[in-house]
Nanobody, 127 residues
Framework: QVQVVESGGGLVQAGGSLRLSCTAS????????MGWFRQAPGKEREGISCISWTGGSTYYADSVKGRFTISRDNAKNTLYLQMNSLKPEDTAIYSC????????????????????WGQGTQVTVSS
């Protein structure tokens, strides 16, 4: 049974940092590309970052480029999202997802590309 679990969310002041983690089990993690998504109240889910199954390429949405960094540790079956210079508009539920053999550049920011999803973790940025 595949499980994907996010952690690391919380409340932070504007300008602060958080690091999200996403641990996957029940699958060959090193064969899965991974993505981070977020959804704010009343808004559509947004694909903000993804990393290929090889770890060799990454994608960032314009809204987070230069502030967020995605990375993965295959030995720990864990995906990370380092979030710096947080803004109130970053407030959302953040979820990670896994897609078999996902390559960046194949519309990796589209939710429909993914096979497995976590439940999400809340990030709240106060002004």
């Amino acid at each position: 049974q595949v499980q994907v679990v996010e952690s690391g969310g919380g409340l932070v002041q504007a300008g602060g940092s958080l690091r999200l983690s996403c641990t996957a089990s029940g699958l060959r993690f090193d064969r899965y590309g991974m993505g981070w998504f977020r959804q704010a109240p009343g808004k559509e889910r947004e694909g903000i970052s993804c990393i290929s199954w090889t770890g060799g390429s990454t994608y960032y949405a314009d809204s987070v480029k230069g502030r967020f960094t995605i990375s993965r540790d295959n030995a720990k079956n864990t995906l990370y999202l380092q979030m710096n210079s947080l803004k109130p508009e970053d407030t959302a539920i953040y979820s990670c997802a896994a897609a078999l053999l996902l390559q960046v550049g194949t519309n990796c920011q589209s939710p429909g590309r993914y096979d497995y999803w976590g439940q999400g973790t809340q990030v709240t940025v106060s002004s």
